[in-house]
């Protein structure tokens, strides 16, 4: 009885946790569909005015799409590189890796606005502000310890004696890589990657820094389009953007589970017959 | 892909031999293989056995390439391979975990090293089958697996390191991870593929019965190096030192010295007569279980035989043979075994015996 109740707190406790984490993120959709020009909660009459302003203005479709070309670049880049140091820390022999481990991962630890300072000084001189190699060069950078991170969990957790199996075989280092150790780390690398994505995605701090008239992102339009005026069009694009993050998550879910479904009906359910 | 590959793409492949010269192996200060040196004979079934810690397997890991000596040379039919990798060496590899490729099923395990060697996709087929039929698994090939038992996967990895006919088959505990009926089983079948393949085989063990049971030689290490290389015979009759005789099979061994043709033990003080052949130095003599025979204390001893007093404090049967645990009067601890028809009536838990030998059958050792 009291086991029962226990759960039943735990679940309800859950609940709330995830209420409370969700919520506010939730607001801005029904705002979004109001009638008014301001900014309300609770919206009064529904309208999709706002949506049509954003198709309207193409300051938002260029913003949008600087944002998608750097989230995506940015993203690649931190999934190379970042494969490559988890593969060197975990597989590699190499000195002072707890020194090289704490450097990938100092832009977890480095507040942004400093990053974003330093970029855009240096950048300055270099004439990369404004740029979508810019960009990419600094959402790379904060990116690669998401990946790292990842890497290592799932390079970790990889018998290193498939990879001595697969030498023995005949393969070479860059093969056994690609036919046997790729393969096994490939979800690690997938939710590296997509946190790379949405690092770029949202990421406001440095993209300030490094933006302006040639070049502005998504969430900096935002940013500076909130100060300027506050009527709801911000609020669709929030749920725009919250349409794209949740519907990216839905898809990798749904892939999976149709992967699962798929090598079931191939093996057909495991028996086990015995030596 | 030099020589290593050529000559397995030949019909008849035949074992090679491997020839180890003053390979050492050190971590910082630690060694691990101390001027090791080892001639593996061609076609030979050869097992390094020793306990863990002994260097067996940084032996294997060194001969597979995985492991690069810190000293000295390895050679492959008089080839120097000592700094070739591992892909390229050509030596099929079975592990202790089976290593197999979860992403992948039973047959694109096995065909993987024939992928490697670019043979078409027919005859990979084909000799992918004939394989899986050669360990009995030829109507799995389609599973993953993880949907096989341990005893399945481990005959998979078996026929993935030999579908490339390789010359060399390495075997790190292979049988290590699955339960005594089934490795006893799998222990008869690999003699056989060995007979079957005549190629080089070198198995790592620490068990000593699955040693005698399989190889042509055994090469026994401690400590980094090779403390006695023989055939199973050998290494259980003339062992030639105390480690060895412990090691390999059990033993009752009594601690002493030599004294013209006798053995003085330290313990009680009594003196034993030893054989012709007996070696004149040594601290150790050696009497095996089977050679311990035991008598009732009123029933009289020839007097070809050497005896102690004892205390019988166990007795157990094993089906077709009997174990009897004693201790003699000098506190000492023995074991005998019997067959069961030949134990003699008396031998009871707490009975006084005379455990006895006959004087060839004991030999002195370090």
Known sequence: MT??????????LAALIGVYLILPVLIVVPMSFSDSSFLSFPPGQMSLRWFHNILDDPIWIDSALASLKVALASSICAVVLGVLAALALVRGHI?????????????????YVIIGLAAYIAFLQLGLTQTTLGF?????????????????????????????????????????????????????????????????WDEVVTAIFLSGPDLTT???????????????????????????IFGSFIVLGLTRLIRQLARRRVTGPATNTGA | MTAALETTSTQTSTGAPISINAVSKKYGDNTVLESVDLDIRAGEFLTLLGASGS?????????????????????????????????????????????????????????????????????????????LELVELGHLGGRRPSELSGGQQQRVALARAIVFRPRVLLMDEPLGALDKLLREQLQLEIRRLH???????????????????MSDRIALLRNGRIVQLGTPEQLYAEPNCRYSAEFVGASNIFTGTVQGRSFIDDVSGQSYRLGEAADQSGRSLLVRPEHLNIAPADVPVPDTVEQVEAIVEDCIYLGSSRTVQLRTDAGQRLVARTNVPRTPDGVVSGARVHAYWDVRDACVLD
Request: glycine letters at 6%.
């Open chain 1, 136 to 200: 990419v060069l600094v959402h790379t950078c904060l990116a690669v310890p998401y990946v790292v991170i990842n890497v290592v969990a799932g390079l970790v957790s990889v018998d290193r004696r498939l990879e001595m199996a697969a030498m023995s075989l005949g393969a070479g280092p860059v093969t056994t890589f690609f036919k046997v150790t790729l393969p096994l780390i490939l979800p690690s690398v997938l939710a590296g990657g997509l946190f790379a994505f949405f690092i770029s």
């Open chain 2, 195 to 213: 007979q079957e393949m005549g190629i080089t085989f070198v198995f790592v063990t620490h068990d000593q019965d699955e040693a005698l049971t």
């Open chain 2, 55 to 131: 260097g067996k397997s940084t032996l294997l890991n060194i001969i597979a390439g995985f492991t690069r000596p810190t000293a000295g040379t390895v050679k492959v039919d008089g080839r120097d391979i000592t700094s070739l990798p591992p892909h390229k060496r050509g030596f099929g590899m079975v592990f202790q975990h089976y290593a197999l490729f979860p992403h992948m099923s039973v047959a694109d395990n096995v065909a993987f090293p024939l992928k490697r060697q670019k043979v078409a996709k027919a005859e990979i087929q084909q000799r992918v089958a004939e394989t």
């Open chain 1, 3 to 12: 086991k029962i109740l226990t759960r039943a707190g735990l679940a309800i």
């Open chain 1, 95 to 111: 000195p002072f890796r707890n020194t090289i481990t704490a450097i990938l991962l100092a832009p977890l630890i480095v507040p």
């Open chain 1, 218 to 244: 998504l969430p900096v339009q935002m940013w500076s389009g909130i100060r300027v005026q506050i009527d709801p069009t911000v609020a669709a694009l929030s749920t725009l953007v919250l349409l794209v």
